[in-house]
């Protein structure tokens, strides 16, 4: 089932290898056991247990954001993290709760906090199907370079919404003005949690629809994308399935266009695993 | 956070009230521990141990079916089961695997075997947002008597596809002919599993929408649905947010129309818990 395997791959996580980050009474990451570790000469800020690693600090969330600063700091340091990206992200107990501290986007795998982003299909409705455009990321993207996307994605920076980094992204990555970005349609949320080499991605985007005019071509001003065509979605599902062309979570996003679109249906065998598999628990 | 109230609802599922029902390599349902004991007299067809009840008899379709058949025939008799439906479910490892046996649907509670259905949105877009053409169950029906429901819903019998199915419903319930029909589309799969008083329902829904003409008015023609009205989709959340009007499963397929369709939206602090909850995973 290689529709199934896109999925699984996005999925990769093992509770065996990972204990839980936890901050008053709230569990907030998921360490992988060789990054808590790493944690121990930081005892200030986290209580190391056998199975878990607690945040010692608190107070409002400026505090407490500087304390894990100071600790991202010694991990870059030591090359445990990346890089600084200058960007942060809110770490809450759920979504749209106040945050107890801010994170550095380059450290949100180190400690396995929840990551959340926006994703847009920007489809086309011609007589003989749907037609998406598609983004070829650049060479120099840190994650998944090269690879085919959304034409539009991005993660939601701290105190921003969906629909405002929507619109932001929108205009940066595909010069999608304001008049027709707030045409596109909200249609659900996908989530995941996958291993990777820097830690444990727990992630959850949003995934919007746009139905694009004829005569729209998108331009790349931030030069996250190396170029954009469209692509009838009959061979982007062929190429999902026979490739690795797509960055791993664009698999999900356009497995989920088309199942909402009634392109895959009910009677494919395949239908009942990528539908439900494209939602993973919040626990 | 009243609508994942409605979710939770039908997730009342207790894994340490229930042990597996397993058919050579597969788990086929879940039993009820005090549904479980009840097999004991039936040790040719079914053996019993601390946290599993394993189906002895193998063989093909017919035969399998009509051994778990004589046991239904006796909890029949000691009320254990309600009555006999004279319709069958395919009991199958997996969606779309050729079945193992067949079972009466009213049994399918009892032995919490996984049963999949259709469940269509029959909407109209007007200028002030969306309705829903809405049924309301007769004062008869066994499950849900006079509660609010969906203009079509039905079970997948043996044999019978999600989309034939559809169909079939769709012109007993509702009046819906083979053209209109035909235009509606596929647009995922919601999941859940619920304790009952008969035992556990572990089910399926296939959800389609249909847009229905201005002059469409559905006509119920096999006596399950005592009337139909069309209701703005703002006051049918309201209803679903306020009271139980609307039968338990029924407020799920409502719920993902509006994540679907943009009327709920990300930004809503509900929202993820509302979009992720519709699809329990398939364990």
Known sequence: MPFADRIR??????????????AGEHRVGWLRRDN???????GKVFAL???????????????????VDGVVEALVGDGKVPKWRNETFDVAPRWGEK??????????????????????????????GYSLWIGQRAKNKQVSPGKLDNIVAGGIGNGH?????????????????????????????????????????????????LE????????????????????????ILERIRTSADFKFNVNL?????????G????????YLDVANGLHRPLD
Chains 1, 2 share one sequence.
């Open 9 to 22: 791959h996005c999925n990769s996580y093992d509770p065996a290898r990972a204990v839980p980050l936890l």
């Open 36 to 42: 808590a570790e790493l944690l121990k000469r930081h």
């Open 49 to 67: 247990k056998r199975n878990s690693v607690r945040l010692k600090v608190s107070g409002n969330c400026e505090k407490v954001s500087r304390a």
């Open 99 to 128: 945050p107890l501290f801010r994170l550095d986007r380059g450290a949100v795998p180190f400690f396995g906090v929840r990551a959340y982003g926006i994703h847009l299909n920007g489809y086309r409705r011609d007589p003989g």
């Open 161 to 209: 919404g969906a629909a405002a980094t929507l619109a932001k992204e929108a205009e940066e990555e595909a010069a999608i003005g304001p008049e027709l970005i707030s045409r596109a349609m909200p249609a659900g949320a996908l989530t995941y949690r996958m291993e990777t080499k820097l830690g444990i991605r727990d992630d959850v985007m949003f995934v919007y629809d």
């Open 212 to 235: 694009l005019p004829a005569d729209f071509v998108p331009v790349n001003s931030d030069g996250e994308i190396a170029g954009f065509e469209l692509m009838p979605l009959s061979a």
């Open 253 to 261: 996003v356009i497995l989920d266009f088309a199942v909402r679109h």
């Open 263 to 270: 392109v895959l249906r009910p009677d494919d065998p395949e």
